[in-house]
Nanobody, 119 residues
Framework: VQLAEKGGGLVEPGGSLRLSCDAIGFAFERYDMTWIRQAPGKGPEWVSTINTSLHTFYSDSVKGRFTIPRDNTKNTAYLQMTTLQPEDTAVYYC??????????????WGQGTQVTVSS
């Protein structure tokens, strides 16, 4: 199982970014996919999950600003982030499974992609 995140970078407050997570080595369409982030000096925080029925779930901190589409034909999950704020600064990871499973399996996350929101 391999997960590779990309798309991070430096963006000004109010800006947007789209992260992607390419999945290799498993039947992507059969798994929920979850995004997790970790800010400097803080523990991992669940951000969003899309399940196999395409139902989406968001933490209160990102609801209304982030969306989590997936493309099963490309084995890719995305995190579309808008109206970014400095408190969104973190390393963003994708993980396979529901939030509880994803958070408990740190070694199964991708390498992460840094998102920095600053003027």
């Amino acid at each position: 199982v391999q997960l590779a995140e990309k798309g991070g970078g430096l963006v000004e407050p109010g800006g947007s970014l789209r992260l992607s997570c390419d999945a290799i080595g498993f039947a992507f369409e059969r798994y929920d996919m979850t995004w997790i982030r970790q800010a400097p000096g803080k523990g991992p925080e669940w951000v969003s999950t899309i399940n196999t029925s395409l139902h989406t779930f968001y933490s209160d901190s990102v609801k209304g600003r982030f969306t989590i589409p997936r493309d099963n034909t490309k084995n890719t999950a995305y995190l579309q982030m808008t109206t970014l704020q400095p408190e969104d600064t973190a390393v963003y990871y994708c993980a396979r499974g529901s939030p509880d499973i994803a958070l408990s399996r740190r070694t199964s996350w991708g390498q992460g992609t840094q998102v920095t929101v600053s003027s």
